[in-house]
Every structure is written in C-alpha cells, then in structure tokens.
C-alpha cells in the first residue's frame, strides 16, 4: 500500500496568555528575521507542554518535532492524555492551523470532524450544510445528490433535517457531522473524540463506519479517542503524544500498554476523600483504598493471595448489619471482569463499619493493570457511587505450577482445569 499522510518534523508553538508574540516588538523581530532569510528566533525558546507544571516561560511547545506516516487504507489511533497535544495535531493535518515548523504531506480530500459543530452554519438547515460540506470538500452538486439520502439516513436525523443546526443538540450535530464527513468520499478522515458525545447505538454504528471505510473502501482513518477499547477494535497501528512529543508508535496492543503503564500509578494507599465524581447521598462513604499481595510492601500476583482494604467514613455508626458494600473490576479497556458483593459473605454485625478487608486466597487475575468501582448502600439507599475509583496492578505469578503464562491478549481470568486422558 502507498504511503497517503506523511508528517515530518510537526512542532507548533503558542504564546500563553496572548495571541500571535503578544507585543509589537517581538512581531518586528520575527518580520526582521524572515526579511534577512533567517530563522525565527522563537523558536529556540519555548517550555514544554506539560500542563501540570507551573509554566516559567512565554513561550510553550504544544507539539516538538512529530514524524509519522499513514499507508493508505490504515486506521491509525492517536492517543495520550488530555493536554498531550493530540487534537492541536489533528488540526494541523486538517489544515486548520499551521504548524510552526515542518510539513504535512497528503494525497486526495481530507474530511475532518474534530469537535462538536465543526464546518456547521448555524442558521442553515442540516440539509444546507450537507451540501456546503460538500462544496468544502471540493464534490459538485450532483455528487452530494447522490449522497444525500444515505447521509441523512445515517445521521437518524431526518424529522429535522430542514431545521437550521443551531436548534440541534449536540448529539444530533455529531450526528449530521460525522455522516457528512463518512459519506462525502473522502480519502483521509480525520475523527477527534466527538463521537462520545453521541450515544451508544451511534457510537457503535459510526465504529462500524469507520471500519467500512478502511477495509472495504480502502480509505485512511485517524482516529483520536480516550476509549482503549475503541481504539483496540478499530485500529492496527496507534501513535502515542506525551507532552507534546511522540514517543511510541506501531502495533496497538503495544501502544496502549505503553500508554496505560505510565499513565496509571499504582499506589499502595490510595485517598479518595477529594473525589468530587461521585454519586449518592453522602452518608456512608470510602475514604481510602489499600491493594496488596501477601503483605503491605507486596504487589498482587497471580494465584499469590491479593487483598483490598476499605476504609470508610461512617459518622452515624451504621453496622454491617445495615450497608452493603459492592466492587466491579475491569481491566485496562474498560471491559467487566468480576463483580462481588458483601451480600455474598455472612457478615451480620452490630460493630459500626469503620474498616472492610476483602481477601483472595489464590488472585486469578492475569498480570496487568485493572480498575475498580465502588457502591456502597444504607438500608437500600445509594451513600457512595464512584465509577472507575482507584486502579491496580497484577504482576505476573506461578499459577499454574508448570510455569506456563496465559498471555494477557488471550485471557484475564485464570483458572485451573482438570485435563484426563479415557482409557
């Protein structure tokens, strides 16, 4: 396959606080430089794009020296933290900024949907802005005519299509979007994380989309998303973006694993206190988790002993009798591994709740990183609702006594199984 997108040496720079270099002697200095044929002298100054750190110079990098390529009929996922830089790029290759240094090289019409509304006028009509899209993209009027009916079909937005888009929610815009940007033919389409906007059965549908288009059609997909999921089922090759840099690129499963290594930090006590997202009535609620192997300073290993220590906050001394604690483990994709429920134990005391240790002898977790959300209910009623609270990891144990590891891509719950040969 030919190479479609190339990217090579993409760095962007912006000013904080002000647009352009903020004062006119620093406009001058760089008309100066240019006039000379020389280099902008910015561009040897400049923090780098770490949004968590107190910023001590006027100058930030939101991207530094990217390179990458795309073959044509590949779906490339782009993935890193919120800050990393990811959507700036994705506005480069969609030509709606420049970059300050580099080049973008592409062949055919790129479709981009990068936020919610994006190429939308507002005061026209969904069925006006099909064809305006269309115009964008260089398509003559016949062309989007005969696109017309399947894009509006797509979109499920038919009752209001010759209402103007301003009085549309944001999940029918994303809608409309994404069917004018999927269907307009074009050979690279860049997706931004708009479609969590959408809801599920959309979600799903436009995935689905997506896949039409680069293994049926043989068209190019980048695709940016928070969802390691999605990105797992819709992408071969994935880039990752920290602070503005790329570190990782190639296989998805590698790139994600890189991604979730050091983005999750597993810790052996965990505060939750400050979690403000969370639902209930706040009567009987988790302060603090501790996950553990054997003992406090071990990790969990698989079939070694793992245990999760609950520390509550319960100023009216509800029992045991009277709360019921539940936890779901997912892993690192978002996908339901266990659930368990203190209902399932015999705990039936008068003790207020202060403390709840939950215990496995043998951890049948694979080694990797998973995910824990938390209910807790008083007498029937939701006190403390945290999707997604803390985080942990398994190491990789001697379950099965012969040494043998299951790779993590095959399974994440290990079991053993009797294996007997008949006469």
């Known amino acids: 396959m030919s190479i479609i997108l190339k990217a090579e040496n993409i760095s962007k720079q912006y000013r904080l606080g002000t647009v352009g270099t903020g004062s006119l002697q620093h406009d001058l200095n760089r008309w100066w430089h240019q006039l000379r044929g020389k280099e902008d002298p910015y561009l040897k100054v400049g923090g780098v794009n770490d949004r968590s750190t107190k910023a001590t110079e006027d100058y930030v990098w939101a991207l530094r020296d990217i390179n990458f390529e795309v073959k044509q009929g590949e779906v490339l996922g782009i993935i890193g933290k919120n800050g990393a830089g990811k959507s700036t790029l994705l506005k480069i290759l969609s030509r709606v900024t420049a970059p300050t240094t580099g080049s973008i090289k592409t062949k055919g019409r790129i479709a981009s949907l990068l936020e919610v509304g994006t190429g939308f006028h507002g005061e026209l009509t969904g069925r006006e802005n099909i064809f305006m899209n269309g115009a964008v993209l260089g398509m003559s009027r016949a062309e989007i005519k005969a696109k017309l009916d399947e894009i509006i079909a797509f979109s499920g937005c038919e009752k209001y299509i010759d209402t103007p888009v301003k009085r549309y929610s944001s999940g029918m815009t994303v809608r409309l979007g994404f069917a004018v940007a999927a269907h307009l033919e074009p050979e690279i389409l860049v997706v931004d994380e708009v479609l969590a906007v959408g809801d599920a059965e ?72 400050q979690l403000e997202d969370r639902k ?61 429920s203190s209902k399932m134990s015999n705990l039936n005391s008068n003790i ?43 190491e990789a144990g001697l379950f099965y006594q012969t040494g043998v590891e299951v790779p993590v891509n095959q399974s994440k719950i290990l079991a053993n199984f009797q294996y007997k040969f008949n006469d």
């Open 352 to 394: 207020p709740l202060k403390s709840l240790r939950v215990s496995m002898e043998e951890c049948i977790l694979n080694r990797g990183n998973y995910f824990v959300t938390t209910h807790i209910r008083v007498n029937g009623n939701v006190t403390d609702w945290i999707q997604n609270a803390f985080s942990f990891n398994v």
């Open 280 to 340: 209930g009535n706040g009567e009987v609620k988790l302060s603090s988790v501790s996950v553990f192997g054997e003992s406090r300073n071990k990790f969990p290993k698989s079939g070694n002993p793992i245990n999760f220590e609950f520390i509550f906050e319960n100023p009216r001394d509800y029992s045991s009798k009277d709360i019921v604690v539940e936890f779901r483990i997912d892993d690192n994709i978002g996908q339901r591994i266990l659930w368990n």
């Open 202 to 273: 959309f979600q799903k549908k436009a995935i689905g989309k997506m896949q039409d288009l680069s293994t049926g059609e043989g068209r190019t997909v980048l695709f940016v998303s928070h969802n390691m999921a999605s990105i797992k089922n819709l992408c071969i090759k994935a880039i990752l973006i920290r602070n503005g840099t790329l570190v990782k690129e190639g296989e998805v499963d590698n790139v994600i694993e890189n991604y979730l290594e050091n983005n999750q930090k597993v810790q052996d006590f965990i505060s939750l206190s």
